[in-house]
């Protein structure tokens, strides 16, 4: 390494001098062994890639939340997403169902019951199996709809099996249907109507849309008002045409579970209440008026290590208690990390919890956003709490580094770098760098979060959580002062009112407030019956309006 041209290196010293140029005039070998594998970097003209690779955002916005000159929007506010695990058998591709209604598997016959997701439905012929029988399935699927094992009851009410007996073609029109109306929405309930000691429920009329703060893949989020107390919160809407199919009423159901769950904690957004109209469901959350970090960083760049390490440390506190409770969470990005009042984070944003998860448990389920997604995820491994931990560690490194550590901004112009598959394929194999303007402390940290084996990674250890408490980055965390909310967080947003939305990014706040009008066809099609039970009142909160 040392015999390598010094003149070689002039290329990639000219882009940092005050750099490069001391450490190689010091002959210093580390900055000689990186030199040189940039140099030998086969891709853009290494001056381009090092101000690329530097930071996130290539120079200041022109005012806060506003993109910057030539930004890439692509490698942030990514969401998050489920792949869907499909098996083929037999030219079937079956996909695991939840089952409403009594069904029974087409191979054995035997009823499919159980918790969850039951069994198999195969999405081209509707064929439903077992779990247990889907690969002893003989039948070939021809793309034609299989009529399910119908249950019949008898004069003395008792069930009897009958198999259909026809076959029908996709291309062949179904008979008629006697038009059902659908299963009819409780009436909101009036405040004067209920009786003393009862649970008062919520309608729309009870809140004032005031502006559009966020919206997701199948959810809008609003500022309201609640119109009794005047009190402010934030409402997420979620169409009910869109979570019907498949199993998306499982994770809204899910997610409903860890809101009620996540009110008695100080860093979770707490739930207020539920109800639904026949279109719509309706979360009504804790509205955190700081912003999130992404739009922070989007202004700062990077934090200094003192920010970082107070945000990291408020997460792990709330990730440690989500995990004691049998939650993992999957899907920790800046998004969901909002800021309120005082400068304190609270995570938002649980449609991809996993709840029920009991120590030693775990799942298969390939879902998260792809920058933040664990190596154990993408190599199809069954998996625990280790994820939460791995995604704290990238993000904790893109609050102190001003990048992701999977940046593949670089690969924009190349059509085969800008993929999914390069990214995971990179997370995977690619050795992280800890930049050198990091302190030991914060490099130790980082490496222990970025382990790419989950049972030697920082907090997946025999210690577990104690050992991110212990861990000498958090040495001046004082763990139950913070859990408290006594100490005093070292950044607190600039805020006018209690309606202040500079924090939040204009692309939508300036969104018309307005929900659109029902379908009626659309509205025919959804079964109610999946949504029963969905209304909740938060006792706690109800109990703080009183006093109002």
């Known amino acids: 390494m040392r015999q390598t041209s010094i003149k070689s290196y002039c290329i990639l010293v000219s882009s940092q001098p005050k750099y490069y140029w001391k450490m190689v005039q010091n002959k210093n070998e580390d900055c000689f062994i990186e030199l040189f594998s940039l140099l030998c970097d086969q891709r853009k003209p290494v001056k381009g890639r090092i101000s690329q690779r530097s930071k996130v955002f290539p120079n200041v916005p022109a005012a806060p939340g506003m993109p910057c000159t030539g930004e890439d929007r692509s490698i942030y506010r990514r969401g998050a997403r489920r792949w869907r695990k499909l098996y083929r058998v037999n030219g ?20 499919i ?24 399935v003989q039948k070939p699927c021809s793309n034609e709809h299989v009529d399910p094992i119908e249950v019949k009851d008898d004069a003395n009410g008792e069930s009897t099996l009958g198999r259909a007996a026809s076959v029908r073609s996709r291309a062949e029109p179904e008979p008629p249907l006697p038009e059902t109306p659908p299963a009819p929405v409780a009436a909101p309930v009036r405040n004067e109507d209920l009786e003393p000691g009862s649970q008062r429920q919520y309608s729309l009329e009870d809140f004032e849309l005031i502006r ?4 997701g893949s199948y959810a809008k989020v609003l500022m309201v008002e609640l119109k009794r107390t005047k009190r402010v919160y934030a409402m997420k809407v979620i169409k009910k045409a869109l979570v019907t199919d498949d199993e998306d009423i499982d994770w809204v159901q899910t997610e409903k579970h860890v809101f009620e769950t996540a009110s008695n904690h100080p860093f979770l957004v707490g739930l207020h209440s539920c109800f639904q109209t026949p279109s719509r469901l309706f979360f009504v959350i804790e509205f955190v008026r700081g912003g999130d970090l992404m739009f922070h960083m989007q202004r700062q760049r990077r934090l200094p290590e003192e920010h970082a390490r107070f945000y990291a440390a408020e997460i792990s506190l709330a990730l ?14 800046l998004d969901n990390v909002l800021l309120d009042h005082e400068g304190h984070i609270k995570l938002t944003d649980y449609g991809m919890c996993k709840e029920g998860v009991r120590p030693g448990d775990t799942t298969s389920t390939f879902c998260g956003t792809p920058n933040y997604i664990a190596p154990e995820i993408l190599r199809g491994e069954e998996y625990g709490f280790s994820v939460d931990w791995w995604a704290l560690g990238v993000l904790t490194y893109e609050m102190l580094a001003g990048r992701s550590p999977f940046d593949i901004s670089h690969a924009a112009d190349n059509p085969d770098q800008n993929t999914e598959d390069y990214l995971f394929q990179v997370i995977l194999e690619k050795t992280i760098r800890i930049p050198r303007s990091l302190s030991v402390k914060a490099a130790s940290v980082l490496k222990g979060f970025l382990n790419k084996s989950p049972s030697e990674r920082l907090g997946c250890g025999e210690g577990g959580f104690l050992d991110i408490v212990s861990h000498p980055f958090f040495k001046s965390i004082e763990w139950e002062m913070l859990e408290q909310k006594q ?9 006018e009112g209690e309606r202040d ?11 018309p407030v307005h929900l659109t009008p029902d379908n009626d066809t659309e509205i025919a099609d959804i079964d109610q019956s999946e949504f029963e039970g969905f209304e909740y009142v938060n006792p706690l909160l109800m109990s703080l309006e009183d006093c109002v």
């Open 212 to 215: 559009v703060i966020g919206r």
């Open 487 to 495: 100490v005093v967080p070292p950044f607190k947003p600039r805020l």
């Open 113 to 136: 019951w159980g918790l969850g997701r039951q069994g198999f439905k195969c999405i081209q012929c509707k064929l439903l199996v077992h779990k247990k029988c889907h690969k002893l």
């Open 92 to 111: 079937h591709i079956f996909q695991a169902k939840r089952f409403n209604r009594r069904a029974f598997c087409a191979y054995c016959q035997d009823r």
């Open 501 to 511: 939305l500079a924090n939040f990014p204009p692309e939508f706040t300036d969104e």
């Open 320 to 333: 440690h208690f989500l995990h004691e409770r049998g939650v993992i969470y999957r899907d920790l990005k």
